[in-house]
């Protein structure tokens, strides 16, 4: 309930030198009052005595009072700085409990910043998102949602659209004149600009969800051409066992790295041949399932065995199917790698030295290009509720210019644009929704 006081740990659990507990209500002098032995003026750090039901203290900490409306919440907000053991700080949160809070929810803070207008919808996911941040660039990304760049875009977006709709539906009262009235404000050209300019925005939101998400690579190809070893020289650490025995890759091996501020899921699989005992052969089935998953697979050759080359029939079909791939001539330092066959259309091929490092800035290129990143500069980090509103509502937009000589048809497609993209910063949300994404939140955020 919305008049509920609410009460969370606010910092990870475990041990530390100082742990915080929020709390959030509509009038919180009578907790402030049960819990300290001094008076704690608004937004002015305050050392007390936390103290339970019969005055016995608890711990020793710091009390800050943010008053409503100017918190983080838009109520008033306590937040209390104790010692950070777990003991301590169960101790008082069953304090907070007995004065009348209850256990926040997760991201019940943030959900009522939001429906107390201190965030819009993006900003608070943009607040998931910084905590969530894996690199450098998602966490620069997330804060420029935060700051409400993204939402600021959008907004004017959609002012855009109610200027339009409010010109379609001023023509609708003026029957006889509609044509000349469409040709002078130049309908048609202001949809394809806004179209246009959706277009853009989809476009950095799609490249900023590889920083939430990450890129998936898959490391294929026959037993003994460097998969391991090429892992480890990406990791920068001996993640896979690498032996001159074919087969010694049994299951996949998983590794995160960062390539320019960009999160890469490697996968190393087992070496596609016929399998030589059952083991192996569950491990090649793998292979195939990862490949089926992949965003990019890396096939890769040994420079010094040409037949390596030839790309496995799964990763053809997976091409065939619009998946990127990129073809890696590993042990140039070895051989000079045959370029008499033909690759598949839209491959891209790199010469490596897994044991060198000969190469390895042209293949993170080649990988990032192939997931279609771009500079980094002006991203959105996007959800994929955002680039599905985003879709929506450029739909609908070409359904508008198609129908724009049947204006009552033209004006309910922009109306659907509208309402789509104002979906984004919850100006039209549906309480499922709001839900949904909160219940994603860490608690105490």
Known sequence: MANDVIAAVATPVGRGGVAV?????????????????????????????????????????????????????????????????????????????????????????????????????????GVADLISATTEEAAKCAVRSLDGEFSERINGLVLTLTNLRVLVEATLDFPEEEIDLIEKSGLRQRLADVRSAITHVIEASRQGSLLRD????????????????????????????????????RDAIRETISIRGVPLHIIDTAGLREAQDPVEEIGIARSHDAIAKADIVVWIADATRPDTRVINGALIERLTAGTPGILVHNKIDLAT?????????????????????????????????????????????????????????????????????????????????????????????????????????????
């Open 21 to 125: 507990i929020r709390v959030s209500g509509p009038d919180l002098h009578f907790l402030l009052d049960g819990l300290t032995n001094s008076n704690v003026p608004p937004r002015r750090a305050t050392l007390a005595k936390f103290r339970d039901a019969v005055g016995t203290t608890i711990d020793h900490g710091i009390a800050l009072f943010f008053p409503k409306p100017q918190s983080y919440t838009g109520e008033d907000v306590v937040e209390l700085q104790a010692h950070g053991g777990p003991v301590v700080v169960q101790m008082l949160l069953a304090r907070c409990l007995e004065l009348g809070a209850r256990i926040a929810e997760p991201g019940e803070f943030t959900k009522r910043a939001f429906l107390n207008d201190k965030l819009d919808l993006a900003q608070a996911e």
């Open 214 to 249: 990450g890129i998936h690579v898959v490391l294929a190809g026959q037993p003994n051409v460097g998969k391991s070893s090429l892992l480890n020289r990406l990791a920068g650490a001996e993640r896979a066992i690498v032996t001159d025995i074919p087969g010694t890759t």
């Open 337 to 445: 790698p045959d370029r008499g066959v033909p690759l598949p259309q839209g491959m891209a091929a790199v010469d490596v030295s897994a044991k060198s490092g000969i190469g390895l800035d042209a293949l993170c290129t080649a990988i990032l290009g192939a997931a279609g990143w771009g500079d980094g500069e002006g991203l959105f980090l996007a959800r994929a509720r955002h680039l599905e509103a985003l879709n929506f509502c450029t739909g609908h937009l070409d359904a508008a210019i198609a129908l724009m000589a049947q204006l009552e048809l033209c004006a309910e497609e922009l109306r659907l644009a509208q309402q789509a993209l104002a979906s984004i910063t919850g100006k039209v949300s549906a309480d499922d929704l709001l839900g949904k994404i909160f219940s994603q939140f860490c608690i105490g955020k």
